[in-house]
């Protein structure tokens, strides 16, 4: 797989990685029950036009809607996550269609702004002044 898989470590360029992927895989494990608060790099891989496939976890699946904005597999389940980039390599098309509505939400609903307002909310409820 070394042909076709990169793990290329610390990067200073992480759109210019975006935006060479074929697919961008968010492999969140269930274990010890870890989930995904609002998982930023799927964020940045969505907004960068990457076909995305991420684990069915919190968080991932708040982001990913399955065969919409990208796909989604069972945490730990290889032969799942297989299936997923399958779809995307059996049609492009497909592919294409699922990262246009993945850009498009990104920047209607996670724009910079819209994320901030957001957080200033939840900080406001928390310290009592909203």
């Given at each position: 797989?070394?042909d076709?898989?990169?793990?290329?470590?610390?990067?200073?360029?992480?759109?210019?990685l975006?935006?060479?992927?074929?697919?961008?895989?968010?492999?969140?494990?269930?274990?010890?029950?870890?989930?995904?608060?609002?998982?930023?790099?799927?964020?940045?891989?969505?907004?960068?036009?990457?076909?995305?496939?991420?684990?069915?976890?919190?968080?991932?699946?708040?982001?990913?809607?399955?065969?919409?904005?990208?796909?989604?597999?069972?945490?730990?389940?290889?032969?799942?996550?297989?299936?997923?980039?399958?779809?995307?390599?059996?049609?492009?098309?497909?592919?294409?269609?699922?990262?246009?509505?993945?850009?498009?939400?990104?920047?209607?609903?996670?724009?910079?702004?819209?994320?901030?307002?957001?957080?200033?909310r939840?900080?406001?409820?928390?310290?009592?002044?909203?």
């Amino acid at each position: 797989m070394t042909d076709r898989v990169q793990m290329p470590g610390d990067i200073s360029n992480v759109n210019g990685l975006l935006n060479a992927c074929d697919t961008f895989v968010l492999p969140t494990s269930m274990f010890g029950g870890h989930e995904e608060g609002c998982p930023v790099a799927l964020l940045e891989a969505m907004a960068a036009g990457a076909p995305c496939i991420a684990s069915n976890v919190a968080g991932s699946r708040d982001l990913i809607i399955p065969d919409d904005t990208g796909l989604i597999f069972t945490p730990g389940d290889e032969d799942d996550l297989a299936v997923c980039i399958k779809k995307y390599q059996a049609d492009g098309g497909y592919a294409e269609k699922l990262v246009s509505k993945a850009v498009q939400v990104v920047h209607e609903k996670h724009s910079l702004e819209a994320e901030a307002e957001r957080f200033a909310r939840v900080y406001k409820k928390m310290t009592g002044i909203a």
